[in-house]
């Protein structure tokens, strides 16, 4: 009987909220149901361990209490138009109503809000203007926190970069990037899409950069110079800034009416060099911010014996030249007239008795007589048809006449053709029955 008033019914969960994952935006249902609570016991539910208060805290948040018989109580705990803020760890419990202590536990459910990350995102940012040449410098892409995590990539000129890439967080993609000449004016891009969304990309940039370095220089001339006649050396250079100003020395020195430079410095003008001049050092210095380079050439002047050989020789050549193409052109001409000869010939053996052949020749040399028997006809043939008129009788008038009677007589009709040209010729002979 003591147990009857003072023991406490065992609490039993029939029905535990459960992980989700739901799109945001949409609304979404947790449930339990508890078996064994006496009246001095109530549910309640905990988001993250802090109890909620339903409409007091957010009023997209509703609670509902039911009792289900013979199984027990049931709550329900309803999120409305679900943001990115309710994410978490959900849990029914059991409080005393005496005490306000939690005296049993539900398991607890992960909340998970899918979505992409705010329009702002990706952000990206790195040190772009006045880089060094061989510094090491910071790029960073950083996006929002998201379910499902968003790609990040990086590209250098619409490439993409994997060395000196890596995730400081699942948010954040950070470069390393040691710089180079190649670097300046790269532009680096950064990347983000959502399993949500997978054809749709953000981008932010950095750059373009600006790297800056001292003048590399190439001196361009013509090599062997040419006594007597002008030469130009072109001082060319690449730098980041541009280069500031150019300087020329000359070892051993020219007289100053024997060159001249350019309002840029950057052209050095020889007006007649000579054969003394040879062997002499230029060197060309070009100075910007960073620095200063320098280029020594030494110039090489061709000697006048070696050019008039060189002269020589090049006449011959080009009279040798000359000959060569005429002898070609002869001999291009006898086979020209050789060939058209050969066709020529060919067109009058081969093509004309050919022509004749199909023009004239008879394929269909069989015919068949007015008794039924095959005869062969000949290209020529002749077809004799013949006629007896007597004198007293009736006269066939579709014959001439006996010469000079009036009377029509006995006669031969002969009839040549000759296929396939269709010619066709007639002839008649008088017969004198009353000689035969």
């Given at each position: 009987?003591?147990?009857?008033?003072?023991?406490?019914?065992?609490?039993?969960?029939?029905?535990?909220?459960?992980?989700?994952?739901?799109?945001?935006?949409?609304?979404?249902?947790?449930?339990?149901?508890?078996?064994?609570?006496?009246?001095?016991?109530?549910?309640?539910?905990?988001?993250?361990?802090?109890?909620?208060?339903?409409?007091?805290?957010?009023?997209?948040?509703?609670?509902?209490?039911s009792n289900i018989i013979k199984i027990g109580k049931l709550t329900t705990l309803t999120l409305n138009n679900l943001l990115k803020s309710d994410r978490g760890r959900y849990q029914c419990v059991v409080?005393?109503?005496?005490?306000?202590?939690?005296?049993?536990?539900?398991?607890?459910?992960?909340?998970?809000?899918?979505?992409?990350?705010?329009?702002?995102?990706p952000l990206c940012s790195g040190h772009e203007d006045n880089i060094a040449i061989g510094s090491v410098i910071t790029i960073s892409c950083i996006s929002e926190r998201v379910e499902p995590p968003v790609?990040?990539?990086?590209?250098?000129?619409?490439?993409?970069?994997?060395?000196?890439?890596?995730?400081?967080?699942?948010?954040?993609?950070?470069?390393?990037?040691?710089?180079?000449?190649?670097?300046?004016?790269?532009?680096?891009?950064?990347?983000?899409?959502?399993?949500?969304?997978?054809?749709?990309?953000?981008?932010?940039?950095?750059?373009?950069?600006?790297?800056?370095?001292?003048?590399?220089?190439?001196?361009?001339?013509?090599?062997?110079?040419?006594?007597e006649r002008e030469t130009i050396l072109f001082c060319q250079t690449s730098s980041n800034p541009p280069v500031g100003t150019y300087n020329w020395k000359i070892e051993p020195n020219f007289a100053k009416?024997?060159?001249?430079?350019?309002?840029?410095?950057?052209?050095?003008?020889?007006?007649?060099?000579?054969?003394?001049?040879?062997?002499?050092?230029?060197?060309?210095?070009?100075?910007?911010?960073?620095?200063?380079?320098?280029?020594?050439?030494?110039?090489?002047?061709?000697?006048?014996?070696?050019?008039?050989?060189?002269?020589?020789?090049?006449?011959?050549?080009?009279?040798?030249?000359?000959?060569?193409?005429?002898?070609?052109?002869?001999?291009?001409?006898?086979?020209?007239?050789?060939?058209?000869?050969?066709?020529?010939?060919?067109?009058?053996?081969?093509?004309?008795?050919?022509?004749?052949?199909?023009?004239?020749?008879?394929?269909?040399?069989?015919?068949?007589?007015?008794?039924?028997?095959?005869?062969?006809?000949?290209?020529?043939?002749?077809?004799?048809?013949?006629?007896?008129?007597?004198?007293?009788?009736?006269?066939?008038?579709?014959?001439?006449?006996?010469?000079?009677?009036?009377?029509?007589?006995?006669?031969?009709?002969?009839?040549?053709?000759?296929?396939?040209?269709?010619?066709?010729?007639?002839?008649?002979?008088?017969?004198?029955?009353?000689?035969?």
């Amino acid at each position: 009987m003591f147990c009857l008033h003072h023991c406490k019914a065992t609490i039993e969960f029939k029905d535990q909220p459960s992980d989700a994952r739901v799109d945001l935006g949409k609304d979404h249902t947790f449930s339990c149901i508890v078996n064994g609570m006496d009246n001095q016991q109530n549910l309640a539910w905990l988001k993250d361990g802090v109890l909620i208060r339903t409409q007091e805290d957010d009023n997209r948040i509703t609670i509902g209490y039911s009792n289900i018989i013979k199984i027990g109580k049931l709550t329900t705990l309803t999120l409305n138009n679900l943001l990115k803020s309710d994410r978490g760890r959900y849990q029914c419990v059991v409080i005393s109503t005496e005490t306000n202590s939690i005296e049993e536990r539900s398991l607890e459910a992960t909340l998970t809000v899918l979505s992409q990350p705010s329009s702002i995102y990706p952000l990206c940012s790195g040190h772009e203007d006045n880089i060094a040449i061989g510094s090491v410098i910071t790029i960073s892409c950083i996006s929002e926190r998201v379910e499902p995590p968003v790609n990040l990539t990086i590209s250098r000129n619409m490439n993409i970069v994997k060395n000196g890439v890596s995730f400081v967080e699942n948010e954040k993609l950070q470069m390393l990037l040691k710089t180079r000449k190649e670097d300046n004016r790269a532009i680096f891009t950064c990347h983000q899409t959502s399993p949500l969304a997978p054809e749709s990309e953000s981008t932010c940039s950095i750059g373009p950069l600006d790297v800056q370095y001292k003048p590399e220089i190439q001196l361009q001339y013509t090599n062997p110079v040419i006594p007597e006649r002008e030469t130009i050396l072109f001082c060319q250079t690449s730098s980041n800034p541009p280069v500031g100003t150019y300087n020329w020395k000359i070892e051993p020195n020219f007289a100053k009416s024997d060159y001249s430079i350019d309002e840029t410095g950057q052209v050095l003008k020889l007006i007649k060099p000579s054969i003394v001049h040879n062997g002499t050092n230029i060197t060309c210095t070009a100075v910007n911010k960073i620095g200063k380079s320098s280029s020594t050439v030494t110039i090489l002047v061709e000697s006048p014996n070696i050019l008039k050989s060189n002269e020589q020789n090049g006449k011959l050549r080009n009279q040798n030249s000359g000959n060569n193409m005429t002898g070609k052109k002869v001999s291009l001409d006898v086979i020209i007239v050789i060939a058209a000869g050969v066709v020529i010939i060919i067109v009058l053996v081969v093509l004309v008795p050919v022509y004749h052949y199909c023009l004239c020749g008879n394929d269909n040399t069989i015919i068949v007589d007015s008794l039924g028997k095959k005869v062969t006809q000949p290209e020529v043939y002749y077809e004799t048809r013949e006629g007896v008129i007597l004198r007293h009788t009736v006269q066939d008038r579709s014959l001439p006449r006996v010469p000079t009677t009036e009377v029509y007589g006995h006669w031969r009709h002969s009839t040549a053709s000759q296929v396939p040209n269709d010619l066709e010729s007639h002839s008649y002979t008088y017969i004198d029955t009353e000689n035969d």
